[in-house]
């Protein structure tokens, strides 16, 4: 059979704008901003290259292992068919040098295989009659997928952390066994999937983020992320480059994401951080708590990073600096949060030598308990009205009651002046917005349930309306976000937060003076701080 003849033409619109994301952990990567990162790989590579254009390099070969539509290894594609124009002049010959010699994905599951296949090579089937490439001789050309599945061992995935009960399915159903991450070895397992000595330049994609493990807490069922093993996996792989979109939230929190974060943060060789604050900058109509950013890894050239946060399409704020500050465990997200983090610390007596720690006794995390301080979850109720001796309850959607023999946690503080404060803040990732849950005093007598933390205890009324009254600064929620990566308000968010007077109470005025700040640093914590008492809070 006699393959259609050769070419290549834009599409317009362009499909893969208009497609539907498969789920938020499954996100399909906008044409705009691959091109964005395939631009800050082409900056760096010339940058250490002596100026050579990535593009117009035939020995480059990529690896996109979690390919979804394809859209890296297309876009790639395009690049190199005009950048090899002059050393490949025919276009046949040129499209098959790229196709089977420099671009390679790994699917995630059959449908994105067909899809992604569909995009690079204008085929359902690589070595099909209307195939741009000419040389395949399978079907899947260099877009690899095959079923996985999971290795389960005590109810979860060995590999994945994935629930068994959530992911062990029929074989009609996807698995989400994603390939790349089920292998210990990731060399041996390019070898298998493509054979040879395959070596990768570069290393590229979105990759999925989260599974469900199957169990549930104080707040509904959980999910494990994932995008870190697909990115600790391609490190294995010790490519010149890998750049990867990841959810922001590595940056300072995450459910499993300690280790992964601290082996980012000592990672020298991480060169660029483009963050967006609001993931619907990158995918709109999708809400990925904290937002998403992507990172630019280079073997050979470490160094400080270049961070840039990027807000409605616009570029707000660049700086190149260390990816940690000396004392911090975190990744603070917001440049111009350097300088006023570094500025509190120093009044307080917490930055010596450059090592940013707040002194034991200058730390307000020490009045703010953990979740669900007194052991009663979110759907505690209790009764409708107080006997003799019973507790008051602030739960969820009121006040109940309990018998105090029933309480059997924090009992030293039940009869102490304390503020109450939700666990989660404002839901939205645009700016300004109130960080934080509306804060109130409790009374003696009274505690929580899940619904909220605990803050205190203190001496009176006093002073707990003190405190309410420093919550509600702009500044004290200010320092709460720079460690706070998605709606959840857990006590570690309170880390950077200093210690005050609280025999009186706290305007934001008092605080800017008594730090120092700029009116440009003051005019940053006002554009991304609300202040307290809007009516939408």
């Not at 109509?285 to 050239?301: A, C, E, H, P």
Request: neutral net charge; aromatic residues 10%.
């Amino acid at each position: 059979m006699t393959q259609a003849p050769f070419q290549l033409q834009p599409h317009n619109p362009d499909v893969l704008m208009c497609i539907a994301n498969l789920s938020n952990d499954e996100v399909f990567t906008p044409p705009e901003l691959v091109n964005q990162m395939l631009d800050t790989l082409a900056m760096s590579w010339a940058s250490t290259n002596n100026g050579a254009n990535i593009w117009a390099d035939k020995e480059v070969s990529f690896l996109d292992p979690c390919t979804k539509s394809g859209v890296f290894l297309r876009e790639i594609t395009k690049r190199l068919t005009v950048g090899l124009e002059e050393q490949i002049p025919d276009l046949t010959e040129r499209v098959n040098h790229i196709l089977t010699k420099q671009v390679y994905g790994i699917a995630i599951t059959e449908l994105t295989s067909l899809l992604a296949r569909r995009s690079v090579y204008c085929s359902k089937y690589a070595n099909g009659i209307h195939s741009v490439a000419r040389k395949f001789r399978s079907e899947e050309g260099n877009i690899w997928f095959e079923r996985t599945e999971h290795k389960w061992i005590k109810g979860s995935c060995q590999f994945c952390g994935a629930s068994k009960a959530e992911y062990a399915r029929g074989a009609s159903l996807e698995t989400h066994a994603y390939r790349f991450v089920h292998s210990e070895h990731a060399h041996s397992l390019i070898k298998e999937l493509f054979g040879g000595k395959m070596h990768f330049d570069v290393v590229i994609g979105n990759p999925p983020y989260q599974l469900s493990t199957g169990g549930t807490g104080g707040a509904g069922v959980q999910a494990r992320p994932i995008y870190n093993l697909f990115v600790e996996q391609a490190k294995s792989l010790d490519p010149r480059y890998l750049c990867m979109v990841t959810p922001s939230r590595w940056f300072s929190g995450g459910m499993g994401l300690d280790e992964f974060r601290e082996s980012m943060l000592k990672d020298s060789r991480i060169r660029v951080i483009q963050d967006f604050p609001d993931s619907n900058d990158v995918f709109p109509g999708t809400q990925i708590k904290g937002g998403v950013s992507y990172f630019l890894w280079d073997r050979d050239n470490p160094g400080d990073a270049q961070v840039s946060t990027i807000n409605n399409g616009k570029v707000v704020s660049v700086s190149t600096r260390p990816i940690i500050e000396p004392g911090l465990d975190i990744f603070v997200r917001y440049n111009e949060g350097i300088n006023i983090l570094k500025k509190v610390f120093k009044v307080e007596g917490g930055d010596i030598d450059g090592r940013l720690e707040l002194p034991v006794d200058k730390r307000f995390i020490n009045f703010v308990s953990a979740i669900g301080p007194f052991g009663l979850g979110t759907t505690f109720r209790g009764k409708d009205s107080a006997r003799a001796g019973d507790v008051k309850v602030y739960r969820n959607g009121g006040i109940g009651y309990i018998a105090r023999r029933e309480i059997s946690k924090e009992t030293r503080v039940i009869d102490k002046w304390k503020v109450f404060i939700p666990p989660a803040g404002s839901g939205s990732d645009s700016f300004p917005h109130p960080i934080l849950g509306k804060p109130f005093v409790g009374e003696p007598g009274s505690i929580s349930s899940w619904t909220y933390l605990y803050i205190g205890p203190f001496k009176n009324r006093g002073e707990a309306t003190n405190v309410v009254s420093y919550i509600s600064t702009r500044l004290f929620r200010f320092l709460v976000l720079l460690r706070k990566s998605t709606q959840h308000a857990t006590r570690s968010v309170y880390t950077f937060v200093p210690n005050q007077d609280f025999s009186k109470s706290w305007t934001d005025e008092e605080l800017y003076s008594k730090y120092k700040l700029t009116q440009r640093e003051i005019a940053f914590v006002e554009s991304m701080v609300r202040p307290a008492g809007d009516a939408d809070e």
